[in-house]
């Protein structure tokens, strides 16, 4: 499969506890983005990885949250105490980025339920 | 206001039917668009990309109208397995890379 792969696909923690995902992006692709989506709504926006570099952040990003990409290969985010507000599911996507071309596909999600 | 809105729906079919959903966008830098499509519980995929006028893709018929600042999903003769969410996507040329979507769009075809 050359699709994106995420890690886990289900999480249960109980509130208070740090948990980390993981995305593996399509092979080619420089750009890789993380989303939450709640019920009901769409994808939001939580920040993005052209190669190594987070070039952008969401204000939804809070200090508990942190993502990185040390190799500008697969990337990983981190909550820190995790909050029941905190339950959604986990999307990451990535992109080519070039020829001006701004599509990106979509792994699995992690889906996360804070108890 | 919410950067791109789309009617949540449901939207009811039967089979064969043809069907249009209409997303509007607040901010005019916005520069290309998408729609996606997400069926429950899994994650949304690509269905097709909005980069000037329109596009087609066999029943599937996108357009985009810069001056209304609107986008519209056309599906022609509907099938059951039509029968998902679709997003709204923009992508804002503000020198940003996110994507900003609208809440979807439910369709149900029905037999």
């Known amino acids: 499969d050359t699709g994106v792969s995420q890690d886990p696909r289900h999480k249960i923690t109980k509130r208070g506890q740090n948990v980390t995902f993981r995305c593996d992006p399509i092979s080619e692709h420089n750009r890789l983005y993380w989303y939450r989506q709640t019920l009901g709504q769409g994808p939001e926006f939580l920040t993005y990885f052209q190669n190594e570099a987070q070039l952008e952040k969401s204000r939804l990003l809070s200090d508990r949250f942190s993502a990185e990409r040390p190799k500008g290969s697969f990337s990983t985010l981190e909550i820190q105490r995790t909050e029941q507000g905190d339950s959604a599911m986990y999307l990451c996507a990535s992109g080519r980025g070039s020829g001006g071309s701004h599509e990106q596909y979509f792994g699995p999600g992690t889906r996360l339920t804070v108890t | 206001r919410k950067e791109v809105e789309q009617d949540p729906g449901p939207f009811n079919v039967p089979e064969g039917a043809t069907v249009a959903f209409n997303c509007t966008y607040s901010n005019s830098a916005s520069q290309s668009f998408f729609w996606y499509r997400q069926d429950c519980r899994k994650e949304p995929k690509l269905l097709m990309s909005v980069y000037s006028s329109g596009n087609e893709d066999g029943r599937f018929t996108a357009q985009l109208n810069r001056a209304s600042q609107y986008i519209s999903l056309l599906i022609r003769d509907s099938k059951l397995s039509d029968s998902a969410t679709y997003l709204c996507?923009?992508?804002?040329?503000?020198?940003?890379?996110?994507?900003?979507f609208g809440t979807g769009t439910r369709l149900l075809v029905s037999p």
């Open positions: 996507v923009g992508h804002m040329n503000t020198g940003f890379q996110k994507l900003v």
